[in-house]
C-alpha cells in the first residue's frame, strides 16, 4: 500500500511562491507516474500537474509557466513549485500516483495524501 502525505501549503500573497512536497512511503517513481490536482471549494478536483515515470511533464493550461513539478527519487519526493500564485489558485492540492493510459491521458490510482492547504489572498 503506498502512503502519500503533502507539505507546504499555506498563506501567500498574489505574486508569491509555495513549494509543496508530497511524500511517499515507499521508492514508487520508477514505477508510477505522480499527479497534483487541486480543489477549491465547491469545485471538483482538477489535474494540474503530471510527471511520468521518465520525468516528462505536462502542466493544465492553468498553471503553465507558473507550476512546475519535480521529483527526487533517493528522497522518495515529488514537488512542485508554484510562483506568482493568484487568487484562483486557492485550493486544498492533493498528489496521486498514477498512470498514463493508452490514449495519453493520466489516469490516478487510488493513492492519495491528505492534501495541503494552498490559500492566495492579500
Known amino acids: 500500500q503506498v502512503q502519500l502525505a503533502e507539505s507546504g501549503g499555506g498563506l501567500v500573497q498574489p505574486g508569491g511562491s509555495l513549494r509543496l512536497s508530497c511524500a511517499a512511503s515507499?521508492?514508487?517513481?520508477?514505477?508510477?507516474?505522480m499527479g497534483w490536482y487541486r480543489q477549491a471549494p465547491g469545485k471538483q478536483r482538477e489535474l494540474v500537474a503530471t510527471?511520468?515515470?521518465?520525468?516528462?511533464?505536462n502542466y493544465a493550461d492553468s498553471v503553465k509557466g507558473r507550476f512546475t513539478i519535480s521529483k527526487d527519487n533517493a528522497k522518495k519526493t515529488v514537488y512542485m513549485q508554484m510562483n506568482n500564485l493568484k487568487p484562483e489558485d486557492t485550493a486544498v492540492y492533493y498528489c496521486?500516483?498514477?498512470?498514463?493510459?493508452?490514449?495519453?491521458?493520466?489516469?490516478?490510482?487510488?493513492?492519495w495524501g491528505q492534501g495541503t492547504q494552498v490559500t492566495v489572498s492579500s
Open positions: 496521486n500516483a498514477g498512470r498514463f493510459g493508452p490514449d495519453g491521458d493520466y489516469r490516478p490510482y487510488n493513492y
Open positions: 510527471l511520468t515515470s521518465g520525468s516528462t511533464t
Open positions: 515507499a521508492s514508487i517513481f520508477s514505477i508510477y507516474a
